[in-house]
């Protein structure tokens, strides 16, 4: 009951300062963010929502997102949903003298400014991509952690009652992923969801067995989350042709008819075979590039997702995950993408020792590193490496360190892959697999990510600060007791820099949020 009263408080505490409940449009969350949509941009009180203990701090893209962490994020939601909801029951009708006309287009301008920066198509594509397939990420890391377990009991020969139980568990959401997909698929892009759901269910339909495409018996589950994603979208365009001439009295007959026949005659008699020849690429390029380059190419990608993360790039990479999740059991990109938030948390910890006078900074690295070490890494960039400017740069390098270590073993025969995606640092742990037993993944793991740590450190206590940003940051920023009193009593580290990243290096604009991509 406290851990729900305490949810609650978090979210009646958050409501006020985006604007209250007739400001917020809509609500949804992933991971680590509370994502809202917003009517009035201008509403939003920054610095008083990033000094809530709560939050871990703010990103604005297309949506306001509040970081509140994994776990947190989800039971804090449905309380926030429901004050929304009560506060518009019991919102009063509107003053006829506000001038409702001129504080929406002052919101509109704002949110149109905002939106501009980063709707970009491909960035748009790939956002519609990421939330396909993140409502499907609890559902992989729960499984996952399953068949890790059952693993485990198998080779110590335990529980053999219990293991194929255990199996089935594990097993058994992987073997639908392709349903789940076309429905969210239908559902982003404006279809019915069940529909595209019902398309896709034919890729895994055992009777397909006994139909022959392009001179070949097609399999089950042939082609995999890509068909399923290609045929829920096909599914879409034919359900919105069918709305615009089927006459309204027999729509509810003829579109769903339509849309299933003539989507799945084309998935049966085309997709199928097209999308598994691409799963197919997708699985035997990465095991070609790992085998044949596996440290070089871990060093560039642990290298350079941070990056991609910052440019919303890394979305193009879940659907890649979850193929190889498909085909392989366990995708061998995840754990060196990973070796990114190592080399983050050292830099962390070499900046935390750097400005040994900056108590704020020193505060702000002590509440997030522990977050850090568990994969959330946004406290730490936007609050630090980022508004810094080259810690950001030398955390990629120890990232890229890390990464080559994995990659190197990769290389050497030793795959280590994760069976699901969404967590990274210490929280992947449960999840990592490969081809020589859990002992000598685990161990590879580690060693990643120790050697992420090392390099990350090393890189930025010895080229993480110039002369000038030493001399301006490595002082005390403890706010006097006038301070205090004028700001509300502050935390101090949340003071001087802020987790949105009011505190600046490298061409973000003093005062504004600090931007990042969707999905992180």
Same mark, same amino acid.
Request: some cysteine.
């Given at each position: 009951?406290?851990?729900?009263?305490?949810?609650?408080?978090?979210?009646?505490?958050?409501?006020?300062?985006?604007?209250?409940?007739?400001?917020?449009?809509?609500?949804?969350?992933?991971?680590?963010?509370?994502?809202?949509?917003?009517?009035?941009?201008?509403?939003?009180?920054?610095?008083?929502?990033?000094?809530?203990?709560?939050?871990?701090?703010?990103?604005?893209?297309?949506?306001?997102?509040?970081?509140?962490?994994?776990?947190?994020?989800?039971?804090?939601?449905?309380?926030?949903?429901?004050?929304?909801?009560?506060?518009?029951?019991?919102?009063?009708?509107?003053?006829?003298?506000?001038?409702?006309?001129?504080?929406?287009?002052?919101?509109?301008?704002?949110?149109?400014?905002?939106?501009?920066?980063?709707?970009?198509?491909?960035?748009?594509?790939?956002?519609?991509?990421?939330?396909?397939?993140?409502?499907?990420?609890?559902?992989?890391?729960?499984?996952?952690?399953?068949?890790?377990?059952?693993?485990?009991?198998?080779?110590? +020969?335990?529980?053999?009652?219990?293991?194929?139980?255990?199996?089935?568990?594990?097993?058994?959401?992987?073997?639908?992923?392709?349903?789940?997909?076309?429905?969210?698929?239908?559902?982003?892009?404006?279809?019915?969801?069940?529909?595209?759901?019902?398309?896709?269910?034919?890729?895994?339909?055992?009777?397909?067995?006994?139909?022959?495409?392009?001179?070949?018996?097609?399999?089950?589950?042939?082609?995999?989350?890509?068909?399923?994603?290609?045929?829920?979208?096909?599914?879409?365009?034919?359900?919105?042709?069918?709305?615009?001439?089927?006459?309204?009295?027999?729509?509810?007959?003829?579109?769903?008819?339509?849309?299933?026949?003539?989507?799945?005659?084309?998935? #049966?008699?085309?997709?199928?075979?097209?999308?598994?020849?691409?799963?197919?690429?997708?699985?035997?390029?990465?095991?070609?590039?790992?085998?044949?380059?596996?440290?070089?190419?871990?060093?560039?990608?642990?290298?350079?997702?941070?990056?991609?993360?910052?440019?919303?790039?890394?979305?193009?990479?879940?659907? #890649?995950?979850?193929?190889?999740?498909?085909?392989?059991?366990?995708?061998?990109?995840?754990?060196?993408?990973?070796?990114?938030?190592?080399?983050?948390?050292?830099?962390?910890?070499?900046?935390?020792?750097?400005?040994?006078?900056?108590?704020?900074?020193?505060?702000?690295?002590?509440?997030?590193?522990?977050?850090?070490?568990?994969?959330?890494?946004?406290?730490?960039?936007?609050?630090?490496?980022?508004?810094?400017?080259?810690?950001?740069?030398?955390?990629?390098? +120890?990232?890229?360190?890390?990464?080559?270590?994995?990659?190197?073993?990769?290389?050497?025969?030793?795959?280590?892959?994760?069976?699901? #995606? +969404?967590?990274?640092?210490?929280?992947?742990?449960?999840?990592?697999?490969?081809?020589?037993?859990?002992?000598?993944? #685990?161990?590879?793991?580690?060693?990643?990510?120790?050697?992420?740590?090392?390099?990350?450190?090393?890189?930025?206590?010895?080229?993480?600060?110039?002369?000038?940003?030493?001399?301006?940051?490595?002082?005390?920023?403890?706010?006097?007791?006038?301070?205090?009193?004028?700001?509300?009593?502050?935390?101090?580290?949340?003071?001087?820099?802020?987790?949105?990243?009011?505190?600046?290096?490298?061409?973000?604009?003093?005062?504004?949020?600090?931007?990042?991509?969707?999905?992180?």
């Amino acid at each position: 009951m406290a851990t729900e009263d305490k949810n609650r408080a978090t979210a009646a505490a958050i409501l006020p300062l985006v604007g209250g409940a007739a400001n917020v449009a809509s609500i949804a969350h992933c991971m680590t963010r509370l994502r809202l949509g917003l009517d009035d941009r201008s509403l939003v009180d920054d610095e008083a929502l990033k000094a809530l203990p709560a939050v871990l701090g703010v990103v604005e893209d297309d949506t306001y997102q509040i970081v509140l962490g994994p776990g947190t994020v989800a039971r804090v939601t449905p309380e926030f949903e429901q004050l929304v909801e009560e506060g518009r029951e019991a919102a009063p009708a509107p003053v006829a003298a506000v001038s409702a006309e001129e504080l929406a287009a002052q919101g509109a301008a704002i949110k149109a400014q905002q939106k501009a920066k980063n709707a970009t198509p491909f960035k748009l594509f790939l956002r519609r991509i990421a939330n396909i397939f993140v409502p499907l990420i609890p559902a992989l890391i729960g499984c996952g952690i399953i068949a890790g377990l059952n693993g485990l009991l198998v080779n110590l +020969g335990w529980l053999p009652a219990v293991t194929p139980a255990l199996a089935a568990m594990a097993s058994g959401f992987m073997a639908l992923i392709a349903v789940f997909v076309g429905y969210n698929t239908a559902k982003e892009f404006g279809g019915t969801p069940i529909l595209g759901g019902a398309v896709a269910a034919i890729i895994v339909f055992p009777g397909v067995a006994n139909i022959d495409a392009f001179g070949q018996t097609l399999s089950p589950g042939q082609g995999g989350v890509l068909g399923a994603l290609g045929a829920a979208v096909l599914a879409v365009y034919v359900e919105k042709w069918c709305r615009r001439w089927v006459p309204e009295a027999l729509d509810v007959l003829v579109t769903p008819t339509l849309t299933v026949l003539l989507s799945g005659l084309v998935t #049966i008699f085309g997709l199928m075979y097209v999308a598994g020849e691409v799963s197919s690429a997708i699985g035997t390029f990465a095991d070609w590039l790992l085998a044949n380059g596996g440290a070089g190419a871990g060093f560039v990608l642990g290298g350079l997702f941070l990056p991609l993360v910052m440019l919303g790039l890394h979305q193009a990479l879940i659907p #890649i995950h979850t193929t190889l999740i498909e085909q392989q059991g366990y995708t061998v990109l995840l754990p060196i993408l990973a070796m990114a938030g190592a080399g983050q948390v050292g830099a962390a910890m070499a900046v935390y020792f750097r400005l040994p006078r900056n108590e704020s900074i020193r505060r702000t690295i002590r509440s997030a590193l522990p977050a850090g070490l568990l994969g959330v890494g946004e406290p730490l960039i936007y609050g630090v490496s980022l508004p810094l400017g080259r810690p950001f740069i030398t955390a990629c390098v +120890g990232g890229a360190f890390g990464g080559g270590f994995v990659g190197l073993f990769n290389q050497l025969g030793d795959k280590v892959g994760s069976t699901a #995606i +969404g967590p990274s640092g210490w929280a992947l742990f449960p999840l990592v697999d490969g081809n020589h037993g859990l002992g000598t993944t #685990i161990a590879i793991y580690a060693g990643g990510l120790l050697v992420g740590y090392v390099a990350g450190f090393a890189a930025t206590y010895f080229f993480g600060f110039s002369k000038d940003l030493l001399s301006e940051f490595n002082v005390s920023q403890e706010p006097t007791p006038s301070t205090v009193a004028a700001t509300g009593n502050m935390h101090p580290a949340q003071e001087a820099v802020p987790a949105g990243g009011t505190e600046h290096r490298g061409g973000t604009d003093p005062g504004s949020p600090a931007k990042a991509p969707a999905g992180v």
